[in-house]
Every structure is written in C-alpha cells, then in structure tokens.
C-alpha cells in the first residue's frame, strides 16, 4: 500500500513547451549546474514562482492575516535565499540561478569538494557528502545558510580526482613506435636445403 494522499507533480510545465529562447535558456542552466533534465530545473522554477506569487500577494493586500503571512515568507526566504530581506521587493528579485545556487550539488562544488558538477552529484548520491554530520544522498537539497560552514564529508574523507587538463597540440608529446623503422630488408633468405 502507498500513501492514502493523491501523488502530485512537484513542479508546473512551461505555457508554451516549444519556445526556442526558453530552451536555449534552460539547457544552459542544466549544464551549467549538472541537472539530470528539465524537470529538476522546472521543480526549481515552480518553488520560486510560488515564492514570488505570495510576494506579489502581500504587496496588493489580497487576503486576510497579512502580517503573518509576510512574516512567515520572510522566515522562509531567510532561511535559504537571501541572508537579510529587507522587503517583499527583494523577494520579486530573486531569479532561477539564486534558487540553484543554493542546491547541495551546487554548494558542494563551491566549496571545492568536488571540481564539476556531475562529480558532485556522484558523490552526493552515493552518499558521501554529509552536513553536520547527517548523510544526505539527495543532490536538489536546498543548502540554508546556517549550514553553510558545516558541509564535509561522512564519516572519513575520499580521494576525488582533481579536473584534467585538456591536452594541448603544441604540448603534447609526439607518440614514438618502440620498434625501429624498416627501411630495406638487408639479409637475403636462403632457401631451406642449403647451408654455406
């Protein structure tokens, strides 16, 4: 038996899918912070774009209990986007990249742990990477600022392969047969039978 609750999409699919500007965007965003495909990066999306609606919610004055609910907000955005909001402007500020900033994948990289971003997620997912001591084998953590300083390795440290160096034409070194090179055959065969 699973969950009594119904299983819902943790993010919201673009409007248009077939936006050639939008692809470009999101694929570069997927590169560059090692992302396993789109829905990691729309589940990202879809927690800021309710972040923001709230925002937008609170500054028109829609709804009741106003002041708990931006105090609530501000609580949560402290905790993991922006160290020191002042207002529910800074909020509507934010984009994508602040948002991806702070995954555990992301962190791991910054702190140089790891030298890419798909090292760092192996590492996370094989279960390496530990904050305050507590495993977390899931890459899209969301990293809070608290516990910035505690982020290490579990339990004992292992060798991570520092990024190669792309070879270069001019450095390289040329390959060089071990077998001297056969310009003329010198000695003549004999035939079987004859001996001198």
Known sequence: MGSPRRQRKQFEIPK???????????RRLVTDYGLKNMHELWRMKTVLRKIRREARRLQSG????????????????????????KSIDDMLALETRDL????????VV????????????????????AIRGQR????????????????????????????????????APKFQSSQPEVTELTQQVQPAGETS
């Open 100 to 107: 991806l900033e702070r995954r555990l994948e992301t962190r």
């Open 62 to 85: 829609k709804g009741k209990k106003i002041a708990e609910r931006t105090e609530a907000l501000l609580k949560r955005v402290k905790s993991f986007l922006i160290s020191e909001p």
């Open 16 to 26: 248009r899918k077939w936006d050639a500007t939008r692809i470009k965007e999101e």
């Open 110 to 129: 910054r702190s140089g742990l790891c030298s890419t971003m798909l090292q760092a997620r192996q590492v996370i997912t094989h279960g390496h990477i």
């Open 136 to 171: 977390i084998n899931a890459p899209s953590y969301l990293v809070k600022f608290s516990e910035d300083g505690e982020l290490g390795w579990f339990k004992q440290p292992i060798q991570v392969n520092p990024k190669p160096q792309p070879i270069s034409s001019t450095s």
